[in-house]
């Protein structure tokens, strides 16, 4: 078995090493480069770890790996266009970089590279079938969840189970997809590939709601992003639609006349919008809700039929992962 | 063995009747509308062709055909994105009738759906995995081919060579692919493989080549596309390369001169270089490449090692597509 740090070496490395078409230069220079950005590498971490539950060869599925890292990076490609988002992870987005037909073309050509990756791992053997299954739950999943949140900007009336819908396809679906294909690719029984599927997919919701509360609440010199992103466009967060139901009289009126506003300073939007939070306690609302589902998560791992001892660096990851204050 | 016509009647059939998730309804219509908008169904009719050679129950394979047909009405949606068109089959295109993101996300969704189709298409059986490959090599080939395709609009020293492996990788790729996979899953070995694809390849430079002189020389009320758009764009085809290293003296010294002018009457400019083509004699030089194009193609079909007869749908087919005035 190997550690976190071990396994994003390993797929660091991998990534590095990877050998694209030579020509045309225009189309894959854009590619090498959001994989070179670097990132957390979870997806890809948390299938090799679900692999190492039951198997040692890691190597037999770097390139299942690999491909779902190159879909998540697609992703962020095209959904940084569609948002005109102009920097990742300090970077220029690549439809700055270069243009914008560059990051649809290119951003194409990584989805089919990811499938190529996926399909032509002929050491996958037989189990590779069905692990291309949760690999397509997974990418078009994804898809769904990024049209619900597009559709989501120019709605009010977005309920709760909504946003816990959304961020599942969005977020938390490549999570619980990665550790089912490890462990489908392992030959692991479908009640294990299923216990670690709900683990990926309660962690992964559990992570959202801290990154909105994080966006919220967390220190700006270690969270990464600016404070207050979701309150200053709107965006319908599990606090957000919480607050509205809860607040009434002046603070709920105060909440939607600042959510109507078209003209404002920033920082009084996010600092009002914040006081009103803090007067309905969405906080600790949020904060036990993540505990709540961070539990269901660990009991989902729980079920799952290797030895305890061998659980401990997926429990340390989600720990990590929740724990985390950036 | 069935005619092109009930192929396309079938291959029309599946499309209509497929499910798509029911929800969210606006990644799926736009995907709907790019299919139902007809356009000859070329790639999976060939791919139930070449199947046809060997078996009869294309019915097996029908999701690899759609998936084929799918991913091309993917590149066309995001085609037209890149280009700005506004309109295709007489219709609007997706970035017109809706808007630019939902062409991105639906066509995203599109390429995965047609992956979906094609990698979970358990009845193919064992064929399917060199199957995969050869969609995975046109997949990417294709994207290969519209960046060179789009790198060549701010080139004026584009070779013969290649624009000839452009339209290679840009259109003949999908057909050779068609034929191959067609072939591969009915089990064929791999020298009639080869040969199709051969035959597919040859039969798509041929047929890129007419579209181009049709771009020229066809006839306004037939042709479906108006005339001399390739000539206003200064689109480096067979035709526009050949002209410029044949011309001399006035004839290239004007040719080059309409290249460079950022203003002109359209019309003049078409008649004007049409009328140095006539002069070079380009349209009988084209002719003569395509011709010789379309030779090789039905020698590398007459390699094929089924029975003659079963080979006349295929014939009849490059004739059609090659014959057509329209």
Chains 1, 2 share one sequence.
């Not at 992003?225 to 979701?230: P, V």
């Not at 599990?238 to 909440?255: H, S, V």
Request: net charge negative; hydrophobic share 40%.
């Amino acid at each position: 078995m190997n550690s976190q740090a071990e396994l994003i070496a390993i797929v660091n490395q991998y990534i590095e090493k990877m050998q694209y078409n030579p020509q045309p230069e225009g189309l894959y220079a854009p590619i090498k480069y959001v994989l070179s950005l670097g990132g957390k590498r979870i997806r890809p971490v948390l299938m090799l770890m679900a692999y190492n539950l039951y198997k040692d060869d890691i190597q037999t599925i770097m390139p299942n790996a690999i491909a779902l890292e190159t879909y998540h990076n697609f992703t962020l490609l095209h959904d940084d266009l569609m948002d005109k988002a102009d920097m990742r992870r300090g970077n220029p987005t690549v439809h700055k970089k270069w243009d914008e037909n560059t990051a649809i073309l290119s951003g194409d050509a990584m989805l089919i590279i990811a499938y190529q990756l996926f399909s032509e791992n002929q050491k996958a053997g037989t189990n590779l079938i069905k692990a291309m299954q949760t690999f397509n739950e997974a990418t078009l999943g994804v898809c769904d969840g990024q049209q619900y949140d597009v559709e989501f900007e120019s709605r009010n009336d977005v309920k709760e189970e909504e946003y816990m819908e959304m961020i599942r396809l969005k977020t938390s679906l490549l999570l619980a997809c990665a550790l089912k294909i490890g462990a489908q690719l392992a030959g692991a029984d479908e009640e294990d590939c299923n216990n670690l599927y709900l683990f990926g997919e309660k962690m992964g919701l559990a992570f959202q709601l801290q990154d909105d509360l994080l966006d919220v609440y967390g220190n700006p010199a270690v969270f990464g992003k600016k404070i207050g992103g979701d309150i200053l466009c709107n965006k319908k967060t599990f606090m957000l639609i919480n607050a509205l139901n809860i607040a009434t009289g002046e603070d709920k009126a105060q909440l939607e006349s600042w959510i109507r506003k078209k003209e404002y300073n920033p920082q009084e939007k996010i600092q009002a919008v914040t006081t009103i939070y803090d007067k309905v306690g969405i906080k600790s609302i949020c904060q036990q809700k993540i505990e709540e589902i961070f539990e269901q998560s660990l009991q989902y791992l729980g079920k799952v039929k290797v030895e305890e001892s061998k659980k401990e660096g997926l429990k340390l990851f989600a720990n990590n992962l929740l724990k985390r204050n950036k």
